[in-house]
């Protein structure tokens, strides 16, 4: 894919209306910094209409003269859109269900009328000398042929680009790429995804929406919004470079603590599995699965970890093996003795199975030394200490003899 994709985040608007959260002023100026920083394009801002409070944030925000798009939510109302130019941005989102049932169900309205509004609304927002999207709220159970029509009458009318909303998250990326395909084939201005996760799809919808002809996506950090969210920035990004080879301009490396700064504003703990940013996910148990990565790091990789700012990590647990725990011991200053191995196996397998946890490199090491002094102690005459030259019982005593090559690296052992 050669040409360019456009990410546009909402996390400050869309992402706001997940349950419980609330930015304050503050955390809305350095997110969208942090946004600006990471090289996202446009930031959807805030919804003017909410009142007197979010029109001074949003014009904190303006005032920063960030090197972004800032755009307003409205809807397609007079009194929304006198909002939002009171609120010093340069760009709206009108929106307007798309769909038979919520232009029933909320506005009262038929195709026709919706097409009148769209009309007026748009001529009124292009005329005041604004960059006018339309939204097409839940696109994706529109009747075809309406939506063909909203887009022809918002391009006539001076919009300059269409949002196709899947509002309640039904779509699956077969369904996406048709409809996607379908309109882009005949529209006169660019297209826009914006995928709710409800069934788990929003990012794989989005890809497909991008693919069938969608120039631009509407995202959020780690998916926030509402119900089950929206498609991630970081996941739809990362996946764009790494799947498709696009030119998002999205600095790929600030994503992890562009994620973490807005857990925090959001308290939103992320989960470790969590694509792209999650602590686990590069991330290394698997006896089989380690073997493989310290040989090749493709075997069992992906993701480059460092594409995205992370490490890779190898820890210990119940499914480790030798060549774990030894790759682990090597980083800590111990060699594990070929003799020991299938014991130090067993013992930190058990140890992460009875803590229902991974076994951290202190307690490994500490596992490997007792099992040294217990050696020790044994008088094993087979085995001689990595750290020592030998370690042999004395027949009167029963306890080590004083025959290590310092003694004070033998007391340590027995520490």
Known sequence: MNRRVFLNDTTLRDGEQAPGVAFTTAEKLELAESLAAAGVPEIEIGTPAMGGDEIETIRAVVARRLPVRLTAWC???????EAAIESGVTAVNLSLPASDIQLAAKLGLDQTAALQIIEHMVGCAAARGLFVAVGCEDASRADRDHLARVIETAARAGASRVRLADTVGVLDPFSTFEIVARVAAQSPIDLEFHGHNDLGLATANTLAAIRAGARHASVTVLGLGERAGN????????????????????DLSALPDLAAHVARAARRPTAAIKPVVGADVFTHESGIHVAGLLKDSRSYQGLDPALVG?????????HSGATAIAHVLSENGRDLDPDLAAAMVA???????????????????????????????????????????CAQVSPATNAPTAQFSDQGECNELFR
């Open 75 to 81: 809807r397609m109302r007079s009194q929304d859109l």
């Open 231 to 250: 498609a991630a920035l970081e996941e739809v990004a990362t996946a764009m470079t790494v799947l498709d080879g696009a030119d998002t301009g999205i």
């Open 310 to 318: 992370r490490c890779r990590r190898i820890v210990i647990g119940k």
């Open 347 to 389: 013992r930190a397998r058990r140890k992460a199975a009875e803590t229902k946890s991974t076994v951290t490199a202190s307690q490994l090491a500490e596992l490997y030394d007792k099992m040294i002094s217990e050696a020790c102690l044994a008088g094993s005459a087979h085995f001689i200490p990595p750290t020592a030259d």
